[in-house]
């Protein structure tokens, strides 16, 4: 089953893309939501049962912050299709947790292309704004562009999302 990253910007629609072609799969969706949990932050809240709301009962959801590598061995297979949403949050998990977020990029690439199922990958590309003030901003903005290169270079196709507009970047032929 294929591996398909989805990049985009904030409040591109790449989550919603990612929706949509996971439904349109026909197979059983799940969610692995990567978000924390920040009881004391309502618009987070707010963002949370909307997308939630907007999957709709039919999908099942996993949440785990960091532990993605192994987490994802449990839950894949062949009779149901896999959104992760998001690598950036899955990131900066990592670094607010003070794990090595490129031994865990190594792990994650060397372990996509063994999974025995549909995967999809929902990423923002933040390297297109400004360059951020703070040494931590620069370091989250670099660690997420390396990791999106690694899980582009395994994946099976590539779209990048603008505007709720999907543009393909790489099929699995190599384009």
Known sequence: MPVTLILGGARSGKSRRAECLARDSGLSPVYLATAPRLPDDDEWRQRLLHHRARRGDDWRTVEEETALVETLPDIVSPDCIVVVDCLTLWLSNLMHAGIEPVRETDKLCALLPELDGGIML??????????????????????????????????????????????????????
């Open 122 to 175: 929902v990423s923002n590309e933040v390297g297109m704004g400004l360059v951020p003030e703070t040494p931590l901003g620069r370091a989250f903005r670099d660690a997420q562009g390396r990791l999106n290169q690694r899980v582009a270079a395994v994946a099976d196709r590539v779209e990048f999302v603008a505007a709720g507009l999907p543009l393909l970047l790489k099929e699995k032929n190599g384009t």
